[in-house]
């Protein structure tokens, strides 16, 4: 029982662990560890290199960024700054509404392109689509047609 004693009091006395709770570079670009007991200790200077070697070079900003559009769904984010030129281009998920179902339409109807046919929005799930909107895989429903409203007799007395 003794024994038992001794190995609780001196699970009791460790203390506990300690971690690293943030860390930072202060204005003189010192590195600043903040740790979970809330002690801190500076680590010295930071020193760093840009991609060239070059101390100090600034990297691309806002005034070096021109947004391409190509009218229609894609957009390239163009940054130069001298020589160096980097481009990011994306393309949109957005439905296009092309009009009315055309069948021999050039190049077919490319994805996310939306046509009416039969009284329905169609858009379409693939890209080169030559299907008809008719229910097929190449297509999705997306407004249904209404019923037809019924006749009214229009005039004087009516």
């Known amino acids: 029982m003794a024994d038992a004693v001794k190995r609780i009091s001196a699970l009791e006395t460790k203390a506990a662990p300690v971690s690293v ?33 070059k101390p100090g070079a600034d990297g691309f900003g806002f005034d070096d960024l021109d947004v391409i559009h190509d009218g229609e769904r894609g957009f390239t984010f ?25 069948e021999a339409k050039e190049g077919g109807y490319a994805k996310g392109d939306g046509v ?23 297509w999705r429903l997306s407004v249904k047609r209404g019923r037809d409203a019924k006749s009214v007799k229009v005039g004087v007395g009516a």
């Open 78 to 102: 163009r940054f130069a700054k001298g020589e160096r030129v980097k481009e990011f281009a994306f393309v949109l998920p957005v439905v296009i509404d092309r009009g009315v179902w055309v």
């Open 21 to 53: 709770a943030s860390a930072l570079i202060d204005r003189d670009g010192q590195l600043v560890l903040t740790y979970s007991d809330g002690s801190t200790k500076e680590l010295g200077v930071v020193v760093g290199k840009d991609a060239e070697g």
């Open 116 to 138: 009416t046919w039969g009284g329905s929005f169609w858009i379409s799930q693939k890209d080169e689509n030559g299907d008809k909107p008719d229910g097929g895989d190449g």
